[in-house]
C-alpha cells in the first residue's frame, strides 16, 4: 500500500537559487511539497492530514522547530542543511527523524544526489553504490577473507585513482590515490574487526582470516566526475548511535574503536551508511576529485544514515 | 613497511600499518638513539605512502612516553594531516624541523610538493588566520600555496611554545 508523501522545505534566508533547485529535485521525485517562510507557517503545514507522510527539508538553525514538531508526531523524516561552515554538522542524525547533514557551500545543490535521498527516504531498497554514480559506470569488485585480499583491494584502489592522472597531474593523483586506499583500508578493518562479532576480542594488528560467508565485499568505480568506494559486512550490526559516536570520534582523548570511520568520513565528501539490521551493512563514501587540493579539503561534508527498520515503501 | 637506519637517521618506507610491530620500532629508534649520542633521532617518513589507524597505534605507543627525543624530517602531507587531528603525535620529546606542502600552478593545472623548513620558510608564530604564505617561483611558474595555512599549520598553533623554543 504506498502513502502520499508530502515534502516541505524551511530554509528561510537561503538564496532563492538553491530553493529553486530543490524544488526542481522534489518535483522530479513526484513528491507534492510546499516551500515554509516563517516558523508559523511552517507549523500549519504540518498540522494538517496526517494520510500524508513528511519530508522536512531544514535549515540546521531551526532545530527547535524540529524537535517540536517530533513530538507532535512520527510518521516524517528530515533532511537538514547548513551552509558548510563548519564543514560538517552531525549532532542533528541524534534527531530520529533526522536521516542526512548535508553541507552546501554557495549555490551547489548536487541534483543527482538530492533525487537518490528523496527516493531512499521511504523506501526499502536503500543499498548499492551505483544510484550515486552514471549508468554506465564500471565497477570493480574485491572480496575481502584475509589480509592477501585486504592488500589486493588497498593497493587496487590505489592504482585505479592514480591512474587516473595524466603528465602534469601525477602529484595531485597521488594524494587523491592515497586518500581512496586510506579510506577502503579503514573500513576494511571497521567490518572485520568492529562489526564482526566473532572478531571483537582480535587486535586490530593482528592477521585475520575469515570464511566466505564473513567476508567483506568492496566496490569502486569512478564515473568521470564522481569516485565511489562501498563496504559493505554481512553483519548489520551498525546503529545510528554508533555511527555518530565513530564520526564524532575524538582523537585529543584516546585511539581505537570508532578511529577508523572517522578518518575516512575526514577523507571524503559525502559518507552514506545502508543498514539492514543484523543482515548487513554498507559505507558508500564518494569525493569528486578538483583541480586544488585545497578546493578538495574545504568541500563541506554530507553524512546520511538510511536502515531498512526506519523506512517503509511509499510514493 | 621497510625501515633503515643511519647514524642517527630512521627512515621509512612503504605503508604504515599493522604490518609493524611496536618491538621493531623500539628497536630502530634504541639503535639510532646509540648513534646520536647528545643529537636528536631524525625520523622521515617521507617514503611512506599512507598509514592506517593500527600503524599510527603502534608508532605512537612507542614515540609517546617521550623515551627517544625524536625530530620529524620531511613530512608528508598525510602525516601532517594526522598531527593536525591526533594530540599525540606531539606528546613526549618531539619536534619538527620541515615539513611537504602542496602548491599548485594555476597557469599549468600542477601541483607540486616542496619542502618548508619550519622556522624558516614557515614562521613560527601563535596563528595563521591572515598569514599569506608566499607564492613560489620555480622554472619559471609560479605555485601558490595549495593548503589554508591556518588549517595545515595547526600543529604549530597548538604547540606554540614547544616550537618557539626550538625555532
Redesign the interface.
Known amino acids: 500500500m504506498t502513502t502520499l508523501v508530502k515534502v516541505v522545505l524551511f530554509l528561510p534566508n537561503w538564496r532563492p537559487i538553491i530553493l529553486k533547485k530543490i524544488s526542481v529535485v522534489v518535483r522530479a521525485a513526484g513528491y507534492e511539497f510546499a516551500v515554509a517562510k516563517s516558523s508559523e507557517e511552517f507549523s500549519s503545514m504540518l498540522s494538517g492530514s496526517t494520510a500524508a507522510d513528511y519530508l522536512i527539508i531544514i535549515d540546521s538553525n531551526h532545530q527547535e522547530e524540529l524537535k517540536k514538531f517530533e513530538k507532535l508526531r512520527s510518521n516524517f523524516r528530515s533532511v537538514v542543511l547548513h551552509n558548510g561552515k563548519p564543514k560538517y554538522l552531525i549532532g542533528f542524525l541524534e534527531n530520529k527523524s533526522t536521516f542526512a547533514s548535508i553541507g552546501l557551500s554557495e549555490a551547489k545543490v548536487d541534483t543527482r544526489d538530492f533525487l537518490i535521498l528523496l527516493r531512499k527516504a521511504f523506501a526499502k531498497n536503500i543499498f548499492g553504490i551505483e544510484k550515486y554514480l552514471a549508468r554506465d559506470t564500471r565497477f570493480t569488485e574485491f572480496v575481502v577473507t584475509d589480509e592477501k585480499s585486504r592488500s589486493l583491494a588497498t593497493s587496487s584502489v ?1 592504482n585505479s585513482v592514480e591512474s587516473l592522472a595524466g603528465p ?2 601525477c ?2 593523483y597521488r ?1 587523491y590515490a ?1 586518500r581512496a ?2 579510506i577502503v ?2 573500513l576494511i ?1 571497521n567490518a572485520v574487526f568492529e562489526s564482526n562479532p566473532n572478531l571483537a576480542s582480535k587486535n ?3 592477521p585475520f582470516k575469515i570464511s566466505n560467508e564473513q567476508s567483506i565485499k568492496v566496490k569502486c568505480g569512478y564515473d568521470g566526475e564522481t569516485y565511489g568506494i562501498s563496504v559493505t559486512d554481512p553483519f548489520g550490526s551498525l546503529s545510528r548511535e554508533k555511527l555518530i559516536k565513530c564520526v564524532n570520534f575524538d ?2 582523548k584516546e ?1 581505537g574503536p570508532g ?2 570511520i572517522k ?1 575516512a568520513f ?1 577523507r571524503i565528501h559525502r559518507m552514506i551508511a545502508n543498514v539492514e539490521p543484523g543482515v548487513r551493512t554498507e559505507f558508500v563514501c564518494l569525493f569528486q576529485f578538483k ?4 578546493l578538495f ?2 568541500e563541506p561534508k554530507a553524512l546520511q544514515f538510511y536502515s531498512t527498520d526506519e523506512s517503509k515503501d511509499a510514493s | 613497511m621497510e625501515v633503515k637506519v643511519e647514524g642517527n637517521e630512521v627512515r621509512f618506507s612503504g605503508v604504515l ?2 604490518g609493524i610491530a611496536q618491538d621493531v620500532i623500539e628497536s630502530v629508534l634504541k639503535e639510532a638513539q646509540k648513534n646520536c649520542k647528545d643529537q636528536r633521532i631524525l625520523v622521515d617518513y617521507s617514503e611512506v ?6 600503524g ?3 608508532w ?1 605507543q612507542v614515540t609517546s612516553m617521550g623515551s627517544y627525543p625524536i625530530t620529524y624530517v620531511n613530512v608528508p ?2 602525516l601532517i ?1 594526522q598531527f593536525n ?4 603525535f606531539m606528546m613526549g620529546d618531539i619536534t619538527i624541523s620541515s615539513i611537504q606542502a ?1 602548491f ?1 600552478c594555476p597557469d ?6 616542496l619542502t618548508l623548513k619550519v622556522g624558516e620558510d614557515i614562521p613560527v608564530q601563535e596563528q595563521y588566520d591572515d598569514f599569506e604564505f608566499p607564492v613560489q617561483t620555480i622554472d619559471g611558474k609560479e605555485y601558490e ?4 595555512p591556518s ?1 595545515y599549520f595547526l600543529f604549530i598553533t597548538f604547540n606554540i611554545e614547544r616550537f618557539r623554543r626550538t625555532a
Open positions: 590505489f602534469a597531474d602529484v595531485k594524494q592515497n586506499a586510506e583500508d579503514e578493518l586490530t594488528y593482528e582523537f585529543h585511539i578511529a577508523g578518518l575526514d583541480s586544488r587540493m585545497r579539503v574545504e | 600499518d599493522e605512502k599512507r598509514a592506517n589507524s593500527c599510527i597505534l603502534t605512537l602531507v598525510w594531516a587531528m591526533i594530540e599525540e602542496p599548485y599549468t593545472d600542477e601541483t607540486t610538493i600555496p595549495d593548503f589554508e588549517d
